[in-house]
């Protein structure tokens, strides 16, 4: 089945620095997104990616289809930006579930 | 903004016991999701709804009954409550489908079967 790699596993940052998290996985994908997870648990989607290159706000997504991997860059990273990041990806011939990942562990330090 | 609310934010269950978590959205999305969190797991579903009256197996439903007795409502049941279940549990609403659906996640809900 669809399995989702997310690398790294955690990174810790200098405010303003820029960070390259990324996503592989397993088995072509027709849905791709990306979460954040707050340190209070809470979670929020980013964007919607499954191909091409996506912006919102200081993010960028880029997924390769046939590569099967996304990156999700973040700009002049924040402390507010402090909390994990999720990749999912659908169901092998079933887009209506995600498979996640484990997600990155970002920490911003001031 | 899209709202999606958890009851209750914590729960602690002995083992055998039942519980109810119930999740309330009031974005007119007819997809619901209930996922569990764990160390080492990303999300894994256990039961989604297309709608009221309907509820669907996710990837781990065993152990698991789900309703949606509306559009808004969408619970998970555990009927024999066991110390494996213990989790954090996520209640999400979609509003569409595919590529194309947007999460909206409630707080989560820390449940310890002991």
């Known amino acids: 089945g669809q399995q989702v790699q997310q690398s790294p596993a955690s990174l810790v940052l200098q405010e303003g620095e820029n960070a390259e998290l990324q996503c592989n996985f397993s088995?072509?994908?027709?849905?791709l997104q990306w979460f954040y997870q707050s340190p209070g648990g809470s979670l929020v989607s980013l964007l919607s990616?499954?191909?091409?290159?996506k912006h919102t706000g200081r993010l960028t997504s880029t997924t390769v289809t046939k590569e099967r991997r996304s990156s999700l860059h973040i700009s002049s990273s924040q402390t507010t930006d402090s909390g994990t990041y999720l990749c999912?990806?659908?169901?092998?011939?079933?887009?209506?579930?995600?498979?996640w990942g484990l997600g990155t562990s970002l920490v911003v330090n001031p | 903004e899209a709202a999606v609310t958890q009851s209750p934010r914590n729960k602690v269950a002995v083992t055998g016991g039942k519980v109810t978590l119930s999740c309330n959205q009031t974005?007119?999305?007819?997809?619901m999701y209930w996922y569990r969190q764990d160390t080492g797991h990303g999300l894994r579903l256990i039961h989604y709804?297309?709608?009221?009256?309907?509820?669907e197996k996710g990837d781990i439903p065993d152990g698991y009954k789900a309703s949606r007795p509306s559009q808004e409502n969408f619970s998970l049941i555990l009927e024999l409550a066991t110390p494996s279940q213990t989790s954090v549990y996520f209640c999400?609403?979609?509003?569409?489908?595919?590529?194309?659906?947007?999460?909206?996640f409630g707080h989560g809900t820390k449940l310890s079967v002991l």
């Open positions: 999912a990806i659908d169901h092998v011939g079933d887009n209506s579930k995600l498979i």
């Open positions: 088995s072509t994908a027709t849905q």
């Open positions: 990616n499954p191909s091409g290159t």
């Open positions: 974005n007119n999305h007819n997809n």
């Open positions: 709804s297309y709608g009221a009256g309907s509820t």
């Open positions: 999400a609403s979609g509003d569409g489908w595919g590529s194309n659906e947007r999460l909206f």
